[in-house]
């Protein structure tokens, strides 16, 4: 059974980081490609990043130099480094994993999804 476990979320004033981890397992991780995705009520979920199994990172523009995506083959488990946070990177944000990892930011292209982990930022 795959599963994807996001955790780190919390709380945190405007200007703050975080470091959101999403451990997997039942899947093969180092044949996947792993992203990150977030969704604030009333909109649609939108890709944050993501990193191919070659290590080629990818970055939404509106957290292109404040987030930093990042990979443990060994653990299992990508990270998520979010600094210089702001009150609009609040969302509940979702893990998802990726065999073709063709599109980078379409929804579609993510096989499994993990149940989200909520970030508040305040101001």
């Known amino acids: 059974q795959v599963q994807l476990v996001e955790s780190g979320g919390g709380l945190v004033q405007a200007g703050g980081s975080l470091r959101l981890s999403c451990a997997a397992s039942?899947?093969?991780?180092?044949?996947?490609?792993m992203g990150w995705f977030r969704q604030a009520p009333g909109k649609e979920r939108e890709f944050v990043s993501a990193?191919?199994?070659?290590?080629?990172?990818y970055y939404s523009d509106s957290v292109k130099g404040r987030f930093t995506i990042s990979r443990d083959n060994v653990k299992n488990t990508v990270y998520l480094q979010m600094n210089s946070l702001k009150p609009e990177d609040t969302a509940v944000y979702y893990c998802?994993?990726?065999?073709?990892?063709?599109?980078?930011?379409?929804?579609?292209?993510?096989?499994?999804w993990g149940q989200g982990t909520q970030v508040t930022v305040s101001s």
């Open positions: 998802g994993a990726a065999r073709r990892g063709l599109w980078v930011g379409r929804r579609n292209e993510y096989d499994y």
């Open positions: 990193i191919k199994s070659s290590g080629s990172t």
């Open positions: 039942g899947l093969t991780f180092g044949a996947y490609m």
